[in-house]
Nanobody
Framework: QVQLVESGGGLVQAGGSLRLSCAAS????????LGWFRQAPGNEREFVAA????????YYTDSVKGRFTISRDNANNTVALQMSSLKPEDTAVYYC?????????????????WGQGTQVTVSS
C-alpha cells in the first residue's frame, strides 16, 4: 500500500506561481511512475505531468509545457509540481498519483494510488 499526501495548493493571481508537493509513504517503489492530474468542476480528471521514479524522464500535457515542471526527490520520497505563469484555466483540484507501470502513462485508470487532492485557484 502506498499513501500519497499533497500540499501546497492555494489562491494565486494570474501570472503567479505555486509549488505543489506530494509525499509518499508506506511501500515505496523505486521504479514507479508518479503523475499529477487535475479536475475542475464539471470536468473529467485530466493528466498534467508525469515522471519516472528512476531515470527522470518526464512528460507534460501541451497546455502546461513551458510553465510547469515536475521533479522528484527519491531520498525523501517526494514529487513536486512547480507551476508558473498560472492562468485562470489552471484552477482545479490537483491530485498526485502513482503507478507500478514503468512507462510514462497519461491514463488515470493506469494509476494504482491517489492522494486526496489539493485545491489550486487562479484569479484573473
Amino acid at each position: 500500500q502506498v499513501q500519497l499526501v499533497e500540499s501546497g495548493g492555494g489562491l494565486v493571481q494570474a501570472g503567479g506561481s505555486l509549488r505543489l508537493s506530494c509525499a509518499a509513504s508506506g511501500r515505496t517503489f523505486s521504479r514507479y511512475t508518479l503523475g499529477w492530474f487535475r479536475q475542475a468542476p464539471g470536468n473529467e480528471r485530466e493528466f498534467v505531468a508525469a515522471i519516472r521514479w528512476s531515470g527522470g524522464s518526464t512528460y507534460y500535457t501541451d497546455s502546461v509545457k513551458g510553465r510547469f515542471t515536475i521533479s522528484r526527490d527519491n531520498a525523501n520520497n517526494t514529487v513536486a509540481l512547480q507551476m508558473s505563469s498560472l492562468k485562470p484555466e489552471d484552477t482545479a483540484v490537483y491530485y498526485c498519483a502513482a503507478t507500478n507501470r514503468i512507462a510514462l502513462t497519461t491514463i488515470p485508470g493506469n494509476y494504482n494510488y491517489w492522494g486526496q487532492g489539493t485545491q489550486v485557484t487562479v484569479s484573473s
